[in-house]
């Protein structure tokens, strides 16, 4: 008779663990994105000088920014909401819209840093603070059909 190798069985990974480790690998990603995003950006449409000390000059800046510059900084943090989300939630493979939420809100506590600290304009200000959260969403949805496609 033939020696039959026996694998043997996978242990389980802890469920929390797994769900943090989602987390990390999700936010980890998000924030190399942003990093990667606004490099270009600022490559292409240099940043001044900013003197947070003076909030008047700081906020004249600002608004004189080209608006290119803006949308490489917006496209940043929606590329990046989406990208974590969806790894967030293919690591967890479960509770993926718990996941995907929790990748966009630690990437939003960094979006509203960024927002209270410089001047942006209004319309910039609302585009960020919806989008950034409602691709989150839309990558869990994503990530479910994956998983699904995959088994």
């Known amino acids: ?34 990093a990667v995003i606004e490099a270009l950006g600022h490559f292409f449409y240099p940043p001044p000088p900013l003197d947070l000390r003076r909030p008047e000059l700081l906020r004249a800046q ?43 809100a630690l990437l939003m506590v960094a979006v509203l840093a960024t927002l209270v600290s410089i001047p942006h304009p209004v319309w910039f200000v609302v585009s960020s603070l919806v989008a950034v959260p409602a691709v989150a969403y839309v990558a869990a949805g994503v990530a479910q059909g994956l998983i699904a496609r995959r088994g």
Not at 3 to 32: D, E, I, M, Q
Request: contains cysteine.
């Open 62 to 104: 600002m608004l004189a920014l080209p608006l290119g510059a803006f949308l490489w900084v917006l496209a940043a943090w929606v590329l990046a909401s989406f990208c974590g989300a969806v790894v967030a939630s293919l690591v967890a493979r479960r509770r993926l819209l718990l996941v995907a939420a929790v990748v966009s």
């Open 1 to 34: 008779m033939p020696a039959v190798s026996v694998k043997p069985p996978t242990p389980a990974v802890n469920p929390r663990l797994r769900l943090g480790l989602a987390v990390l690998c999700g936010a980890v990603v998000a924030f190399l994105i942003v």
